[in-house]
Structures are given as structure tokens and as C-alpha cells.
């Protein structure tokens, strides 16, 4: 499998978040979750464009902010919408979710993917 992004591209390029010591593994999951949204037609691409790279960075940004490795299992932390200590609380602002089979997608990541028009968008058609 060509991975579609590498540490380099996702830290100096897309500047995303810090990811630690897990990046090879959330790049791994991440990328797994995207070839099953594109099903599997892009795997191979050694010189991806630029919109499955950022679709991809997306995803292990979102994986690596749910949780990491957990998140890919539907195990999620911060599904509080509120809590409170005794007399402070706070509410958060929670933005629409995106779950594929019980798998956080990155909405940016669903979004680029489908405007670019690399999600499956009917029947598949054999040639002979």
C-alpha cells in the first residue's frame, strides 16, 4: 500500500497537530479508512494530487484528537456535551460527527473526498 501523505508532508505542508510517537500508526488507520470510503480504487496512487493528501492529514489529525488508535474501534473520549465541579460548568460546542460503520471520519476529510469526487457515487460497471 502507498500511503498518500508521510510525517514530512503532514508536519511541514498541511502543519498539523503533533501527534507524538503515534503517527505511523494513525497514518496506517487513517489510511485504511480512506481507502474504504474510495473503495480501495486509489491505493496504489504513488503521486497522489493534493486532495487525497489533505483528506488524508484531516483523518489522522481527527483520529489523533478522538483518542488515537481507540477511535478506529468506535472507542471515543468526549462525549460529554457538558460537565460541571460544584458551582462551574461548561458546555462545549460539539460539531456534527461523522461515522462511517461505527469509525470517526474526519468530516473535512469527507467533504474533500466527496468534492473531488473520489467517494463510490453509484453502480459499479464491469467491463467485458
Not at 83 to 110: C, D, K, W
Amino acid at each position: 500500500m502507498a500511503y498518500w501523505a508521510d510525517l514530512s508532508y503532514y508536519k511541514d505542508t498541511f502543519k498539523g497537530v503533533d501527534t507524538g510517537e503515534d503517527f505511523a500508526v494513525l497514518l496506517d488507520r487513517a489510511q485504511d479508512v480512506l481507502n474504504i470510503l474510495t473503495l480501495y480504487r486509489y491505493d496504489s496512487m504513488t503521486d497522489p494530487p493534493v486532495a487525497l493528501r489533505k483528506a488524508l492529514c484531516y483523518e489522522i489529525e481527527h483520529l489523533h484528537l478522538l483518542g488515537g488508535n481507540d477511535a478506529v474501534h468506535g472507542i471515543t473520549g468526549g462525549d460529554e456535551a457538558s460537565e460541571s465541579l460544584g458551582s462551574y460548568s461548561v458546555t462545549y460546542n460539539r460539531q456534527t460527527q461523522v461515522f462511517i460503520h461505527g469509525i470517526p471520519v474526519s468530516a473535512m476529510a469527507y467533504d474533500i473526498l466527496q468534492a473531488g469526487g473520489y467517494l463510490y457515487c453509484g453502480m459499479g460497471v464491469r467491463q467485458p
